[in-house]
């Protein structure tokens, strides 16, 4: 079974701060998701990483997957009110057709 | 909008009863995939289907079964109901048949109360 253990698990900030999240494995992906959701909806998708060591930016969101493809990182800068939601990283296998989600980093950013 | 319609929203039902949550994929999707998510597991994968095939399967309790209709549309059966079985079951979609790469899109998902 491939595991995702995601870090923080809550994360209190104020407007304006930055912040980062990790996602962390043991085992190795084809690629890397990360979806945000907020509360009474689904979640939806931010990036996929697919290369060792690629990064990709999304505003203020900058996404970095692993060298080893086992571990992947969010980090936001100057963080705001709208940034407020359950950060969801999933691992991909996709020779296998399997996806694995990690348990969420629930953000809060206050104004 | 997502575009992936789950109906109904919320479900309150009693233990042993059974229930069927519907799923209607985004328009060209031939994927669906159900999750669970509870609070103290996460979000859970339970089963796909493709073009009306099952395709790979998760975590799926026996007691759940799951089909897609030829109009691609899905249903998850859930019976003989448990307390632990509360729970949000999402649907999502998209037009590969593997896994969520490159892109699914999620519904707004059913809230399932087992009383």
């Known amino acids: 079974t491939q595991l995702l253990e995601q870090s923080p698990q809550f994360l209190s900030i104020q407007e304006g701060e930055n912040l980062t999240v990790y996602c962390n494995s043991s085992?190795?992906?084809?690629?890397l998701q990360w979806y945000r959701q907020e509360p009474g909806e689904g979640p939806v998708l931010l990036v996929t990483?697919?290369?060792?060591?690629e990064v990709k930016k999304l505003k203020r969101l900058t996404f970095q997957f692993g060298d080893a493809r086992k571990d992947s990182s969010l980090h936001i800068t100057a963080a705001q009110p709208g940034d407020t939601g359950l950060y969801l990283c999933?691992?991909?296998?996709?020779?296998?057709?399997?996806?694995?989600f990690g348990d969420g980093t629930t953000l809060t950013v206050k104004p | 909008d997502s575009g992936v319609t789950q109906t109904p929203k919320h479900l309150i039902t009693a233990t042993g009863q059974r229930v069927t949550l519907r799923c209607s994929p985004r328009?060209?999707?031939?994927?669906v995939y159900w999750y669970q998510q509870s609070l103290d597991q996460g979000l859970q994968f339970l089963i796909q289907?493709?073009?009306?095939?099952?395709?790979a399967k998760g975590n799926i309790l026996e007691r759940f079964s799951a089909q897609q209709f030829p109009d691609l549309h899905s249903e998850l059966n859930l019976s003989s109901l448990e307390l632990g079985d509360s729970a949000l079951y999402f649907c999502?979609?998209?037009?590969?048949?593997?896994?969520?790469?490159?892109?699914?899109?999620f519904g707004q998902g059913t809230r399932l109360t087992v009383v």
């Open positions: 289907y493709y073009n009306g095939e099952e395709r």
């Open positions: 990483v697919v290369t060792g060591g």
């Open positions: 999933a691992g991909l296998n996709t020779n296998a057709g399997k996806s694995t």
């Open positions: 999502a979609s998209s037009r590969s048949s593997g896994t969520l790469y490159p892109e699914a899109f």
């Open positions: 085992s190795v992906f084809s690629s």
């Open positions: 328009s060209g999707d031939l994927s």
